[in-house]
């Protein structure tokens, strides 16, 4: 028969030193549980609400969305009024899309370095450490923030040129090619997803937007202005590659400059934007 120390606390109850041997088998910690996870990932419709969220339901964003309305307000109210209203449907569609294409960009950009500059990126990679994941989730987001504000685009420019039409006496003029209106579109969604990959690029507000303005920018006047970077610039200059489709008619040279551009432009700083984003360091 086995002796069993035991060990007197002051105070206390003698306490047995082989008090783990001396349990029963059934009471033991099991090294593994066995069965399903108990949890599991965060739905990927989820991340996608919750960036969402985060691009409309914050003060600046509210704000951006609101001057976003006050110019286009402005701008359909002088073409309404200028030349006694007398515009196509594609040129109110233009003074429609123009303030979103220039905007809702910097929406995209705060969706992104808010993590950093608020702080929210430690609760956001804790919930989701699947940074990749949650990398997709904010470019479809605002990807989505741009069909949407498309739509609504469509619609105003509709309704700006039927006021026209009922109210101004006008001839109506609906013919629109379908390039333009994939130019219009086009020049949304890229310029949202290019500034989104900007935003992943420097996790800093400031420097994602001046860069995001005043890069392409100056690269324009660059290639309008130097003789020797204009060959250049019809290849990387996003600003002449899509004007063709505004025009409505693309060349298979044109198409090729415009796929150079937007790799340029959109796809690498989406690219490495991730790749940062999937690696940095979280505080």
């Known amino acids: 028969m086995t002796a069993t120390t035991t060990t007197q606390v002051p105070g206390g109850a003698p306490v047995s030193k082989n008090a783990e041997s001396a349990l029963p088998t059934h009471a033991k910690v099991p090294s593994r549980i066995a069965g399903p996870r108990p949890t599991t990932g965060v739905p990927f419709g989820r991340l996608v609400h919750v960036e969402l969220r985060k691009m409309l339901d914050t ?47 910097v929406v995209g950009i705060l969706a992104v370095t808010s993590e950093w500059s608020q702080r929210t990126g430690l609760v956001t990679f804790g919930l989701e450490p699947r940074r990749i994941r ?14 949407c504000a498309f739509a609504l685009a469509l619609v105003l420019a509709a309704l700006a040129h039927q ?32 500034g989104v990959g900007f935003g992943m690029l420097f996790k800093n507000t400031p420097a994602a937007v001046v860069v995001f303005f005043v890069l392409p920018t100056a690269w324009s006047i660059l290639g309008s202005m130097v003789s020797w970077l204009s060959d250049a610039a019809t290849w990387l200059d996003m600003n002449q590659t899509m004007q063709p489709l505004f025009e409505g008619s693309l060349t ?32």
């Open 163 to 194: 006021a026209a039409i009922t109210f101004r006496g006008i001839t109506g003029d609906w013919s629109t090619d379908a390039l333009v209106l994939l130019g219009a579109g086009g020049y949304v969604l890229l310029g949202i997803a290019q």
């Open 59 to 105: 003060r600046a964003g509210r704000w951006l969305l609101i001057g976003i309305g006050a110019i286009i307000a402005i701008a359909l109210t002088i073409m309404f009024f200028n030349e006694g209203g007398q515009h196509a449907f594609g040129e109110y569609l233009q003074a429609t899309t123009m303030p979103m294409a220039l905007i809702l960009p």
């Open 252 to 283: 298979g040279a044109q198409w090729a400059h415009l796929a150079t551009s937007v790799a340029v432009w959109v796809v690498a700083p989406l690219a490495v934007g991730i790749w940062r984003l999937t690696r940095a360091e979280v505080k």
């Open 134 to 147: 949650v990398a997709w989730a904010k470019l479809l987001s605002a990807l989505f923030v741009g069909v």
